[in-house]
Structure formats: C-alpha cells, structure tokens
C-alpha cells in the first residue's frame, strides 16, 4: 500500500533570518560610506572669514587650495640641494612675512600690514597665527566685527591658541558683546600655557572679567555695575593715561559737605611680568 506524506506548512515555511541578517550588515556599510564622503565634514577653508564687502582683508585666493597645498608639501628635497624640504621653505616664508606685518601693525600701518598677510594667507589656509595676526590689522582700523571673524577662524584651526581667545574677547567688547567677551577671556585663562597671576597679559584678563562681570550688574559690586560711590563710569574709563587719583579742589566745599575735585593721572609703570 502507498502512502503519501503530506508535508507539514511548518517545514514549507523558508527561514529568511540569515538574509536578513545579511542585508541589515550591508545598509549599514553604505550608510557609512555615504557618510564619510558627505561635504562639510571637520574643519576646512570655507570655514575660514568669508569676504565682506567694504572689508580690505581677506585671503582671496585661500578657497579650494587645500588639496593643492598638502599634495606641494610633499617632503621632496627642494632644487638647489640645501637640505630644506618644500614645507620648511614654505614656513620660513611665512614667518618672514608675518614678523613684517607685525612690525607694520605696531607702527600703525594696518593697510601695509592686510598686503602683506594676503601674500601670507595662500601659503598655508590653514595657519592660525596668520588669521590671528590679519584680527589684529583689523582691529587696528576698527574693523571689529570682521576681526572678530579672523580669530574665530584662528580658534577653528587650533583650538587651544590662547592669543586668539583673548583677543577675540577684546573685539567682543568694543562690540558690546559683554557675555561673549566673558566666555573668550575665560577660554583663555583655561588654555594659557603660563597661568601665573602676576604675568600682564593673564592679569589684564581677570581685571577685564571682573569688570565686565560688574558691568553686567554681577560680582562683587552687585547693581552699581563697578561704579563706586562718588564716581562716574565716564571717569573710570580705561583711557591709556595712567592711573588716576581724585584730588579735591581746594574751596570748593558746598553745605552738603562735598567738593568739586579733578582727575590727575600718573605716569604708567610695569605692575606686572610681561
């Protein structure tokens, strides 16, 4: 007698787990493909100070050059046989020229020192002292809003430059930007390689916290904004002349018992290291 099985739907049923499986592993591979060739990853030339027009500055020939500019670093021995490499050579230039656009910037010919960076830009888009030192031109004509832009850049491209951060709180402040300039001047503080109190610069950075905290109607003089009794913020402006002392104007006394007084300033003097 013949029998026939009848096969049960369990058994007809395929198992598509494994291709499942499979398929799943191959998304995610090209979805990390996809990914790492996106634009826009890290930090690159378009983040740096795009051009505003009147602005003077401006590395016009920076965009785009990267990729050119690591393919002629190539450690390869330059033509003449001096040992130095294309890179080196390349630094040595840039250094020549930043210490000539610094040595314009303190003799204030901010407009000589911008020429000179935009020879220096294009050689490496990527160097911060570079933006750092086109802020400072910048800042010198009181461009600050595009200075500004120039240390954000330096900050972009070295993360720890501590230079950049207090200067770029400074250009904060002649904006306005009090809480910005607080966040830029604590930056500093945090990745200065010598904190001591007493070097200038880091003094200069805490007197400028302390103000502007009280500014802002926060610290220690609470709601008088650092304007102690019996002065004026007009008085207490940073002006450049030295310290001042209040001196009464002798006969001047009223019958509330106050005298008109005038401001003397004394000649500066390093308080601090340099």
Request: avoid cysteine; aromatic fraction near 8%.
């Amino acid at each position: 007698m013949t029998t026939s099985h009848a096969t049960s739907p369990a058994r007809r049923r395929r198992d598509y787990r494994p291709l499942g499986i499979a398929l799943v592993i191959a998304s995610v591979v090209a979805i990390g493909l996809l990914v790492e060739f996106l634009p826009g990853r890290g930090i690159g030339v378009d983040d740096a100070p795009p051009q505003a027009a009147p602005a003077p500055a401006g590395f016009e020939t920076l965009r785009g050059m990267v990729a050119e500019q690591k393919e002629e670093q190539a450690p390869a021995e330059d033509p003449a046989g001096s040992g130095d490499t294309v890179a080196a050579q390349r630094t040595k230039e840039i250094n020549k020229l930043l210490r000539a656009a610094e040595k314009s910037i303190r003799a204030g010919r901010y407009d000589e020192a911008i020429a000179t960076l935009n020879q220096a830009g294009p050689l490496n888009p990527e160097h911060a002292p570079t933006y750092l030192t086109m802020g400072h031109a910048l800042a010198g004509k009181r461009n600050y809003e595009e200075a500004r832009r120039y240390y954000e850049a330096a900050i972009n491209f070295d993360p720890g430059y501590a230079d950049a951060y207090f200067a770029h709180a400074a250009a904060s402040e002649q904006l306005g930007d009090l809480e910005t300039a607080l966040g830029g001047m604590r930056s500093f503080l945090h990745t200065v390689k010598n904190p001591d109190p007493y070097r200038l610069q880091v003094a200069q950075a805490r007197s400028a916290i302390w103000e502007w905290e009280s500014q802002l109607g926060r610290g220690p003089w609470g709601p008088t904004r650092g304007i102690p009794p019996g002065f004026t913020a007009a008085e207490l402006k940073r002006d450049g002349r030295g310290m001042g002392t209040k001196i009464p104007i002798p006969g001047t006394q009223g019958p509330d018992g106050m005298s008109q007084y005038e401001i003397k300033h004394s000649e500066k003097f390093n308080l601090h290291k340099p």
